[in-house]
């Protein structure tokens, strides 16, 4: 004999999207069937449109002058805090990167751990980038001349479409780490990862808006990130490879700071480095007269 349990239909979810720090539905109402490798429906994604691109860079130009204006200390203690709450959902990361990459359980394990060291690697790096890329330069005259990074500004960024989780983090907390803000428009076959990273964010001291999370489609959203006039610099990663110069033509107009599309998705397991912190830095001269 049947039960009520037998005949029960499971609900799916429907994931919202991470703007301004709150979790608004999509502006179009759209919604995408998200599956695993092996076909079965895990949930329900936001499709984000143009006027969530425009909402979510509002909310990032918003919050830039607090975060920018953050000591290298804070930030680094806000980007561990990140670093803990992951800690604490694990079991719940390593599941969605199961799902959503088809990998072993092992293995999500593995990159789940690397992700978690991926914000603790680049929070150590906030309060020594003003040593690292500044210097005391040398000059004729009774004047003391000095360069400072600061941060560039709104950075948009087409999150890797493989890597949905460590690959994604490699290429936000950077951004972060550098004192900008952040429009991420997440893998759209393997969203889930990166919404469970929007709610950390949103539990972790992570001001509202520094952070702004889009699932959708990156060959419909790229174009208006990379023509949008406050975005400052656009990290193409995970850019269709048939939209990728037209995306950089795009944003030449409007003198942006361009991370071109690779040829092949970088492997998200390589030993980081400085080179996205540098690109997201501008560096500030002074000049200042010495007296006697």
Excluded at 80 to 87: C, G, N, P, T
Excluded at 130 to 150: D, H, K, M, R, Y
Excluded at 279 to 284: F, G, H, P, R, V
């Amino acid at each position: 004999m049947s039960t009520p349990t037998d005949a029960r239909v499971p609900v799916a979810k429907t994931y919202k999207l991470y703007v301004g720090g709150a979790f608004p539905r999509s502006e179009s109402g759209r919604s995408y069937p998200v599956h695993s490798t092996k076909g079965a429906l895990l949930a329900h994604a936001a499709q984000a449109s143009r006027k969530d691109v425009r909402d979510a860079v509002a909310a990032a130009v918003a919050a830039g002058r607090g975060w920018a204006g953050a000591t290298g200390y804070n930030r680094g203690q806000v980007l561990y805090r990140v670093a803990e709450m992951m800690q604490a959902r694990h079991d719940q990361f390593a599941d969605d990167v199961v799902a959503a990459e088809g990998v072993s359980r092992r293995r999500a394990t593995s990159l789940v751990d690397a992700a978690i060291d991926r914000w603790v690697w680049y929070a150590g790096w906030t309060d020594k980038l003003a040593s690292v890329l500044g210097s005391v330069n040398s000059v004729a005259g009774p004047f003391v001349n000095f360069s400072t990074p600061e941060p560039t500004g709104v950075v948009a960024v087409l999150a890797p479409q493989e890597s949905a989780l460590l690959g994604l983090v490699d290429v936000l907390a950077p951004v972060l780490a550098a004192g900008c803000t952040a429009v991420v428009v997440s893998s759209w076959e393997r969203p889930l990862p990166a919404i469970g990273l929007a709610e950390v964010l949103a539990t972790s001291d992570v001001p509202g808006g520094v952070a702004n999370l889009l699932t959708g489609s990156a060959a419909e959203l790229g174009p208006w990130l990379a023509a949008h006039e406050d975005v400052a610099a656009i990290d193409l990663v995970g850019a269709p490879e048939d939209a990728a110069a037209t995306l950089e033509e795009a944003a030449a107009a409007s003198v942006k700071r361009v991370l071109p599309r690779p040829a092949t998705e970088p492997d998200p397991t390589a030993v980081p480095s400085l080179a996205r912190l540098r690109t997201y830095c501008e560096i500030k001269t002074v000049w200042h007269p010495v007296g006697r």
